[in-house]
């Protein structure tokens, strides 16, 4: 299965709160997990990353928790700011034919209000 | 640095026709990704090349091809255009190396009619 099922598909907080938004796999081929932030008018840029191997990153104010048990990962916010408005991404990257295939989530539309 | 840049922004299309889209990448960059994005289906991955190579494929019909130069610009057609076609193409660099962050473009914008 290549597929990464994410989820809320939208999430509307107010300044200051947490959003979280979680992400799903099956193919535990999957060795690398990156997230991606996009503004409307955008492509998609890299937010954050993580390999299996660790639990928990943090960068500024945003954190990645995996379970590899589990399989599922998710994406924190601290503090949220009303710039952080975008669409976000998860993905996991899958190894096929000597090159790297990355497979995105739906997407989750994050709406921080003032 | 220029990031990756995608020419036209905007094409409107009929239903039969053809396309081209074309992506320069970051200077360096070797490996040149294509993906669809339509609200509904999200980012779909189209296809990579990589040094002129065509090194995966996604799962779309063979009306949607692509080939990479020798300075590492890529161009993607689409022919015998249909309405389901209707998406933002994306294109994304990086250097091709093992996780190797994704730079992408700002998309090209297809209507077809």
């Known amino acids: 299965q290549q597929q990464v099922k994410q989820s809320p598909q939208s999430l509307i907080v107010q300044k200051g709160g947490i959003p979280i938004i979680n992400c799903a796999y099956e193919?535990?081929?999957?060795?690398?997990f990156p997230w991606y932030q996009q503004f409307p008018g955008k492509g998609p840029a890299l937010l954050i990353a993580?390999?299996?191997?660790?639990s928990e990153k943090k960068e500024g104010r945003f954190t990645i928790s995996f379970n590899k048990s589990a399989k599922q990962f998710s994406l924190h916010i601290m503090d949220s700011q009303p710039g952080d408005s975008a669409t976000y991404f998860c993905?996991?990257?899958?190894?096929?034919?000597?090159?790297?295939?990355?497979?995105f989530g739906k997407g989750t539309k994050l709406t921080v209000n003032p | 640095k220029a990031g990756v840049t995608q020419t036209p922004r905007y094409l409107i299309k009929t239903r039969g026709q053809q396309v081209t889209l074309s992506c320069s990448p970051i200077?360096?960059?070797?490996?040149v990704s294509w993906y669809q994005q339509t609200p509904g289906q999200g980012l779909q991955f189209l296809f990579e090349?990589?040094?002129?190579?065509?090194?995966n494929k996604g799962n779309f019909p063979g009306r949607f091809s692509g080939r990479q130069f020798s300075n590492s610009r890529s161009e993607m057609n689409v022919s015998t255009l249909e309405l389901g076609d209707s998406a933002l193409y994306l294109c994304a660099s990086s250097s091709g190396h093992n996780n190797s962050p994704l730079h992408f473009g700002n998309g090209t914008r297809l209507t077809v009619t």
């Open positions: 200077s360096g960059h070797r490996s």
């Open positions: 193919n535990t081929a999957f060795d690398y």
């Open positions: 090349y990589f040094s002129e190579t065509q090194r």
């Open positions: 993580i390999r299996p191997d660790v």
């Open positions: 993905a996991a990257t899958i190894t096929q034919g000597g090159s790297e295939k990355l497979v």
